[in-house]
């Protein structure tokens, strides 16, 4: 099985970018005054806007978390 690693990148990725790496995500809120909340997102899928601000969410990898369907033990050949 994939083992987790943490993310050495600061990067943050914006609503419509592709998900590079299944994992936790911190969501970044930048007009409320930096608030940040964790989600998982999994990888080959949009990073959505915020319901609230749009386009104005940062999205940044805190570490990555592989998704049970993309181990070859678990995945029946569908993605």
């Known amino acids: 099985m994939n083992q987790p690693r943490r993310s050495q990148q600061p990067e943050a990725w914006k609503p419509g970018d592709i ?19 964790e989600a998982i997102f999994i ?3 949009i990073f959505p806007p915020c319901k609230e601000c749009g386009d104005g969410v940062r999205f940044q990898l805190l570490r990555t ?3 049970i369907l993309e181990d070859e033990d678990f995945n029946s050949g569908q993605s």
């Open 19 to 37: 998900v590079p790496e299944s994992g936790i995500y911190a969501v970044i809120h930048w007009d409320r005054q930096f608030k940040s909340i």
């Open 43 to 45: 990888a080959h899928q």
């Open 65 to 67: 978390v592989p998704y």
